[in-house]
Structures are given as structure tokens and as C-alpha cells.
């Protein structure tokens, strides 16, 4: 997967949206994908083919995922964030709420301290171990816990109802399967949970929503 910076120019004036136009997040967005690119051909961070599918199915997927954060927006954890998707964008785009990234793998670690540190983002806090072993400051604080690849949807409640306080919500990012998980995870719902909402985001992609009222 090579950078390319007429792709990246050609995907701002399509994307078509508020945040497309930030300033700031433009150039974090630049330099993230710079640094993803170059680490990817040692580490193998992502599975994206190219870089045409790296921002149409990822990158603007977790954008449009800002969208669906509450309003004033506390704290937020996301787990198994990989290179980055979609907590380390979602940080990008303002300088609050504090997140917490999650992510046990090594190598993913050292990148993603790299890109915080790169990019001074002193509200990022990344946390090198199991979402299973939340750090006590963080337990009933969040307003919103994110996910994109981390098994079920019943997992992915599982992990984020310590995190959660009351009203805040567990946002899973799906694909076109979303429909056997959605009832896999009705058959036995989690106590503390209202119904799943199913929220669009893009034509092959989807949030699905979790809101702990206990």
C-alpha cells in the first residue's frame, strides 16, 4: 500500500462533509496516513490492498462514525484499535474528549505511540493490554466505547459495559453481516443494555448502537 497525495486530495473535495474542511484534522489526517503507509510494509498494520480502499472504506467510515458520538461528548475508549481505526482519527478531529486506546499488540503499540507522539496529542492515552483489565480511572467514565474488528457483537458489549457510565453507549462497527449478529445477540441479550439500534454509515457499512441505562 503506497501513499498517494493526489488520491488524498481528490478524496477531501469528494468527502463533501464539515469535517473535510478542518484544517488541523486535515493535516493530522496527512501525516497518520504517511506514517501508517511506511510502517505497513514492515508490520503489516492493516489489511487495506491500496490506498483508494484505505480511505474510501475505512477512513471515511470512522469519520462518518463522529457523527453518531453524543453531543458534548466525554470521555471515550476504543478498543482493539489496530492502526488507529477508528479511535486515533476520531481523536484527531478535535482536541476533546480524552480517549483511551486500547491494544494488546506490540507492534501496533509502538505505532500508535508514535503517530500521539508525532502529532502532540496530549488528550490521547493509549493502554498496552486487554480490554478484559480496564484501568480503574477509566471504569463507569465513558461516554462512548468504539470497536471495529472485535469479534461479536456480544463480545464487543461484554468489553465496553465497565467502561460505560449510565446513558453512554457501545458503538460497534459492522459490515453486511450485521444481521446474524444483531439476532445472535438478541437470543441472549446483556442485562444493563437497551435494544440494539442499527445506525447507518455508508452503503457497506454500519454502527450498531448499545445504550447502558443501569
Not at 484534522?25 to 501525516?31: A, E, G, H, I, P
Not at 503489516?44 to 483508494?52: D, M, R, V
Not at 482493539?80 to 486500547?102: C, K, N, Q, T
Not at 469479534?151 to 459490515?175: D, E, V
Amino acid at each position: 500500500m503506497i501513499h498517494s497525495p493526489e488520491l488524498l486530495k481528490a478524496w477531501w473535495r469528494e468527502a463533501g462533509a464539515a469535517w473535510a474542511e478542518d484544517a488541523l484534522f486535515r493535516q493530522r489526517l496527512s501525516l497518520y496516513l504517511q506514517a501508517l503507509c511506511e510502517w505497513n510494509q514492515s508490520f503489516n498494520l492493516t489489511g487495506c490492498k491500496s490506498f483508494a480502499d484505505l480511505l474510501s472504506r475505512h477512513v471515511q467510515d470512522v469519520a462518518l462514525l463522529q457523527e453518531v458520538l453524543p453531543p458534548s461528548c466525554g470521555p471515550c475508549v476504543d478498543i482493539g484499535s489496530g492502526a488507529g481505526l477508528p479511535g486515533l482519527v476520531l481523536a484527531m478531529m478535535h482536541d476533546a474528549p480524552p480517549w483511551l486506546l486500547i491494544e494488546s499488540n506490540q507492534k501496533k503499540i509502538r505505532f500508535l505511540r508514535h503517530v500521539v507522539q508525532h502529532l502532540q496529542l496530549a488528550h490521547v492515552s493509549i493502554y498496552p493490554d486487554r480490554a478484559e483489565s480496564p484501568p480503574n480511572q477509566w471504569v463507569g467514565r465513558c461516554d462512548a466505547v468504539t470497536s471495529r474488528a472485535v469479534g461479536s457483537l456480544t463480545l464487543m458489549a461484554k468489553l465496553a459495559f465497565p467502561y460505560l457510565r449510565r446513558g453512554g453507549s457501545c458503538l460497534a462497527m459492522k459490515g453486511e453481516d450485521h444481521p446474524a449478529e444483531i439476532q445472535r445477540y438478541l437470543e441472549k441479550p446483556l442485562p444493563g443494555y437497551s435494544a440494539p439500534e442499527l445506525l447507518p454509515l455508508a452503503p457497506r457499512s454500519w454502527v450498531v448502537r448499545l445504550t447502558r441505562f443501569t
